[in-house]
């Protein structure tokens, strides 16, 4: 599966943007999907997970409130919505899709393949 990113910019603090995340191929629907971040000097972190059928969702505290996934099978796209951005929002954003076999929604990136090439997220104060 081929992961493209998209929907980074720069915007304020409390602003919003809405990425987007578009995979190739008939098999989207089958995996379930990932988004990171990585800011400059850090690791990368995990962000949100939706299952297969975006029925339940997994936040990182530090977002939760703020930002929602969701996906739409039939157009293989998967979104986070970000609202009432801030600075520490900062980062390069990526999907990916999970490859693991956990039970429950993975939040660590090593269960996750396919990275897509990533969208700049900047948030200025």
């Known amino acids: 599966v081929q992961l493209q990113a998209s929907g980074g910019g720069s915007v304020q603090t409390g602003g919003s943007l809405r990425l987007s995340c578009a995979a190739s191929?008939?098999?989207?629907?089958?995996?379930?999907m990932g988004w990171f971040r990585q800011a400059p000097g850090k690791e990368r972190e995990f962000v949100a997970a939706?299952?297969?059928?975006?029925?339940?969702?997994s936040y990182a505290d530090s977002v939760k409130g703020r930002f929602t996934i969701s996906r739409d099978n039939a157009k293989n796209t998967a979104y986070l919505q970000m609202n009432n951005l801030k600075p520490g929002d900062t980062a390069v954003y990526y999907c990916?899709?999970?490859?693991?076999?956990?039970?429950?929604?993975?939040?660590?990136?090593?269960?996750?393949?396919?990275w897509g090439q990533g969208t700049l997220v900047t948030v200025s104060s």
């Open positions: 990916a899709r999970d490859n693991s076999r956990s039970i429950i929604l993975p939040t660590q990136a090593r269960a996750y393949e396919d």
């Open positions: 191929g008939r098999t989207f629907s089958l995996y379930r």
């Open positions: 939706i299952n297969r059928a975006g029925g339940s969702t």
